[in-house]
């Protein structure tokens, strides 16, 4: 029988739902009584009387407040009416009850004079919509002629615009956090308006109170009467360029306000010419526009630029730049640039650049490079680079690095490299898959080569040999780099009084395994070192290829041995007292390549350390 009841009940559930859900929420009744009980607590219960769901802002409700009343079969509208004054509405939405504050809607109001002007004035005052205070600092703006203004600390605004043919015009109010507001006007008479604004509610402070033992309810369903809200914060990317460099010194205050206000807003014109970024053909809105030819004699601040720029000093953009920008001192893009950019002294790109950058000090991307970049002093890309790089002093990316990097001084890529390396001092990557020339080369791991005189490869071929030869019986080396290539510098000695023999050099080695165990190995080593026989005037040079088969005996040791032949240069034509003698010493077959070059088969032998 029990199971016969649950079954029917099972049947009859989606039905009593419907019923329950198509009785509308507001117009429920309910009884209740409460006494000094938290606001927040009261519309838990309400949700847990009536089965559904309370929506509503925390920043609008004080949810402490102590709530008292007694409610007998009233309906939950007439119940939220009690808990809230006039200043409050109530919206019914699927399951849920959005609780808001009541606009004060302010109407519209223009005051016409009678006659018909060639440039008429529209003027007013912006208010708060919930609150009914004065918004200063609000943009009002018509997009057609790109006239605007800002309200003041009373929240008015006066803008003169051009008469046209047209009867209506539109006007846009808009406002960092604020709604934005279209109003139309008639054109060709002075006026006067008041305009209300609605604050955009932040998502973060929204409350959902939910009834228990309920099923979830869906979301809250978007009807077509539904305010869109456009949000607005200062992070947005149009506003970065500001932020940055010279931008923050050489823009006003109030430009960046009508940035701020306007970051959503932009338009295309195909000419404009500036002075200064304050004075130009598109005046205020100079900065919400993209244009095919920008000229600004001393510097401009424009939305992009689709063709060519040209600025006597400095350009800032806040959007893309294609094709062509050139300033006497810096250019500054908030987005991307494709094309040429050139500078005396400084570019700033936020976004990617793809083609050519060059600028007499420093180039700074934070985007991706795909091209070339030249730097007099320094280019710095935090993203990867696809191309070139080519500085006085350094170059610096981040990310991977595809192609070839040349610095006076250094070279830097914190990722990968595929491709070349050159610096006049040290290279460092985390990862090399290609090639590094410099005095000194540095990096984390390799499976490329590096040609220097100190390689260091973090996680790769490092060894200590001590060793023996036919010149100097007691040398030392140490090897760095990776087992495809690894340098070598070393130093020797013959210690005997009457002998004596010192040697200096650099080399470089590879490691080649001879069987699938890696216990035995085959090192060419090619080497050139100094020899000191008791005199700097003369020039003793040994160059000397030794092939040694390396046994390894555990993880950090390992024996060499293996035959060499050494090609010796020397204008030295008489010893020294207490220095060795001729070079080799005798018992071992020379052959004369020429009066200062001669060459013989030798040996060496040693062990490995690491």
Excluded at 475 to 490: D, H, M, Q, T, V
Aim: net charge positive.
């Amino acid at each position: 029988m029990k199971h016969i009841i649950r079954f029917g009940f099972t049947l009859l559930l989606p039905f009593i739902c419907l019923v329950s859900k198509g009785q509308a929420s507001l117009a429920k009744k309910i009884s209740l009584e409460v006494s000094r009980q938290r606001m927040d607590n009261v519309l838990e219960i309400l949700s847990n009387k009536a089965g559904f769901y309370f929506s509503y802002n925390s920043n609008i409700i004080k949810k402490d407040s102590l709530v008292s009343f007694n409610a007998s079969n009233k309906s939950v509208k007439e119940v939220l009416s009690i808990l809230f004054n006039n200043t409050y509405e109530f919206r019914e939405s699927g399951n849920y009850i959005i609780i808001r504050k009541a606009p004060i809607r302010m109407t519209l109001v223009t005051q016409k004079s009678s006659a018909v002007e060639k440039v008429y004035a529209v003027s007013g005052f912006v208010y708060d919509d919930q609150t009914g205070s004065a918004i200063n600092e609000a943009s009002i703006y018509e997009k057609k002629f790109l006239s605007s203004a800002l309200t003041n600390n009373d929240g008015f605004f006066k803008l003169k615009l051009k008469s046209s043919k047209a009867s209506v015009a539109e006007l846009t109010i808009s406002k960092a956090f604020y709604e934005d507001t279209t109003v139309k006007i008639a054109t060709r008479y002075n006026q006067q308006l008041t305009i209300a604004l609605m604050p955009v509610e932040e998502e973060a402070n929204n409350v959902i109170v939910k009834p228990e033992n309920i099923l979830e309810a869906d979301p809250i369903p978007v009807k077509t009467d539904t305010i869109i809200i456009r949000k607005q914060t200062a992070g947005s990317d149009t506003l970065k360029v500001e932020r940055s460099g010279l931008a923050k010194l050489l823009l006003s205050g109030k430009q960046k306000v009508r940035s701020l206000n306007l970051n959503k807003f932009f338009t295309t014109r195909p000419i404009q010419v500036s002075f200064t970024p304050a004075i130009g053909t598109h005046g205020k809105m100079s900065a919400q526009v993209v244009n095919n030819f920008s000229l600004n004699v001393l510097g401009g601040y424009t939305g992009g630029t689709n063709g060519l720029e040209i600025g006597g000093l400095f350009n800032i953009d806040k959007k893309n730049v294609q094709y062509v920008q050139a300033a006497g001192i810096f250019n500054s893009v908030g987005g991307r640039v494709k094309g040429l950019q050139v500078a005396g002294i400084n570019n700033l790109v936020l976004d990617g650049v793809f083609g050519l950058q060059a600028a007499g000090i420093n180039n700074m991307v934070k985007g991706k490079m795909k091209g070339l970049q030249i730097g007099g002093v320094y280019n710095h890309v935090t993203d990867s680079v696809r191309g070139m790089q080519v500085a006085g002093v350094a170059n610096f990316s981040r990310k991977k690095t595809n192609g070839l990097q040349v610095g006076g001084v250094a070279n830097i890529s914190s990722g990968q490299i595929d491709g070349v390396q050159i610096a006049g001092l040290v290279n460092y990557a985390k990862k090399l898959k290609g090639l590094q020339i410099a005095v000194i080369n540095i990096a984390d791991s390799s499976e490329g080569y590096s040609i220097g005189l100190i390689n260091i490869v973090l996680k790769g071929y490092h060894k200590i040999s001590f060793y023996t030869n036919e010149i100097t019986p007691v040398n030392a080396a140490f090897k760095s780099g990776n087992s495809r290539l690894y340098s070598i510098l070393s130093g020797g000695l013959r210690a005997s009084d009457s002998n004596r023999v010192y040697a200096f050099g650099y080399g470089l080695g590879s490691e080649i395994p001879l069987d699938k165990k890696k216990t035995f190995f085959l090192n060419p080593e090619l080497s050139c070192q100094y020899l000191y026989l008791g005199s700097w005037d003369y020039t003793n040079i040994v160059n000397r290829l030794n092939l040694n088969v390396n046994v390894k005996l555990g993880k950090y040791i390992s024996l060499f041995a293996g035959p060499s032949y050494t090609v010796y240069t020397s204008d030295q034509k008489a010893g020294n007292n207490g220095y060795l003698f001729p070079i080799p010493p005798s018992g071992y077959t020379t052959h004369k390549y020429s009066n200062k070059v001669t060459g013989w088969i030798g040996w060496n032998a040693g062990i490995n350390i690491f």
